[in-house]
């Protein structure tokens, strides 16, 4: 077998994101795109014998990618290649398998969230050997590296037979390929009470889990079908397809509305759920109610307890800044750590790994544990399946019954899409440069209490993440973020997080969109949002 070392010059542009290297699908497949990117990874982390997990969401060119990805680390002298069969793996799948075998990481092939296709999206990133995304320092050095990239190594060899389990070799490395849901389904196994969520289903209970035609849909059938006796048809969209059946798989109300329109319908099941691109997020629906993010990640928080694997109660919860306030109520009230992150979930990893974090989550649709270093789409699923199992209540009484313990924060994310990325620059500075003289100030009836440029000194290990979201905050608890999103591929995307706060008893169950009237129109008046990008209303509202 020939190992073949080939010139290259450097690809503007290779700076991995809130959650890796994601560019549209064309550019990926273009001359030596993915390979420049692929060896900067294996010049900073080494891959002379090492062992890597490899697979991803199915999107197109997975397959073709995971072929080049083997040759490339059989050449740069990789031991072992554990790959999920088809090339597929979830991502809090391989986050399971990269610790499972005690590996050197591995390489993720998703853009998660983003539509697939061959117009579409197309993304890599890499773990680490703790299961979790590389962390800023590990990213920044790849980024450093595709700047100054002059070869790569592959070898020439055959396809991989990817769709048959078991060990092959590639020009002297063992390639191993595994059922991808098998080690992953054991571990919720463990985790949860199967036997209680099985009964609840028997008695009648019914669910409808929408995986949008991605990675998530042959775990959802082996767990809640097979193994948890869920009638045949409650997972739909389960089969994963190229492009994702032409679907955005992104789990929100806009992008999920059959499964929104199904749980608000007459005949509505019990409970609804939906997952992404990459099964790493989770939208939850009880009849008649949705469940925001936040407050999902609160409600797991206080009711983990409840299933076996943290039956021992809960360290610490972590959430991150965008993410509303109402896992923190949990955290007081259990006299537990909480902690504030940036977003993207590779700011959790320290947080787990030295036990002072069990729970995590972000306002996109991200809840995890410690059982992984990813976020885990079915995980807080079957969270919920086993909480809903032992309390034998609606989802709408559990969100009453919290909100009336802890008070409820109001919240939710207007998105701005495709703004030119110049007019989101000069918008984002602006306020930028104003956020100094704001406190005091009084606007839409409440007083500004502060104002900053959100930064994070992770506390494990010092090291410090600046700009990561500008914050207004009032002085009834009310605030408002805005950042700009790290993982499109097209302008740029204005995020705008909205929070306020309502102790109760009283005011408990209004619209969000009417609580939050002010706290909107601050925000627009002060980012001067329209002024500057011509927009007055988003594009997604969550
Ligand atoms: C978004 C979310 C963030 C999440 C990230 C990756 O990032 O806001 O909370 O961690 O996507 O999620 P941004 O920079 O676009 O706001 V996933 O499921 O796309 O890997
Ligand atoms: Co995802």
Known sequence: MTIRTIATT??????????????????????HYLENFVQSIFDVVGAAGKTF???????????RAAQVILRMAAANGAARVIVGQ?????????????????????????????????????????????????????????????????????????????????????????????????????????????????????GGFRMRMDSMCAVTGPYAVEILER??????????????????????????????????????????????????????????????????????????????????GYAKGVKGVARSMPTSAAADRVAEALGIGS???????????????????????????????????????????????????????TVAEILAQHWARFGRNYYSRHDFEAIAADKAEAMMSALRGALPGLKGREVEGMTIAAADDF?????????????????VMFEDGSRFVLRLSGTGTEGATLRMYLERTAPGPAGLDLDPQEALAPVIRAAHGLARIADFTGRKSPDVVT
């Open 10 to 31: 450097p690809i503007a542009g290779q700076k991995p994101g809130t959650s890796g290297l994601r560019k549209k699908t064309p550019v990926f497949m273009g001359h």
């Open 53 to 63: 997990v490899l697979g991803g969401d199915g999107r197109y060119f997975n397959d």
């Open 86 to 202: 088809g090339a597929i793996l979830s991502t809090p799948a391989a986050s399971h398998l990269i610790r499972l075998n005690k590996t050197d990481g591995g390489i993720i092939m998703s853009a998660s969230h983003n539509p697939g296709g061959p117009e579409e999206d197309f993304g890599v990133k890499f773990n680490m050997p703790n299961g979790g995304p590389a962390p800023e320092g590990v990213t920044e050095a790849m980024y450093r590296r595709t700047t100054e990239i002059t070869a790569y190594k592959i070898v020439e060899a055959q396809d991989v037979d990817l769709g048959r389990i078991g060990r092959t070799s590639l020009a002297g490395m063992v390639v191993d390929v595994v059922d991808p849901v098998a080690d992953y389904a054991a571990l919720m196994e463990r985790l949860f009470d199967f036997d209680a969520i099985r009964a609840m289903f028997a």
């Open 227 to 308: 193994r948890l006796g869920a009638p045949a048809g409650t997972c739909v969209n389960a089969t994963p397809l190229p492009d994702f059946g032409g679907m955005h798989p992104d789990p929100n109300p806009t992008w999920a509305k059959a499964l929104m329109d199904e749980m608000f319908g007459e005949d509505a099941p019990d409970f609804g759920a939906a997952s992404d691109g990459d099964g790493d997020r989770n939208m939850v629906v009880g009849r008649g109610i949705y469940v925001s993010p936040s407050d999902s990640l609160a409600v797991l928080a206080a009711n983990a307890h409840l299933a076996p």
């Open 339 to 393: 902690y504030e992150t940036p977003t993207g979930w590779k700011f959790f990893g320290n947080l787990l790994d030295a036990g002072r974090a069990t729970i995590c989550g972000e306002e996109s649709f991200g809840t995890g544990s410690d059982h992984v270093r990813e976020k885990d789409g079915l995980w807080a699923v079957l969270l919920w399946l086993n909480i809903l199992a032992v309390r034998k209540e």
């Open 455 to 471: 930064a994070y000194t992770d506390p494990v290990d010092g090291s410090v993440s600046s700009k990561q979201g500008l914050r």
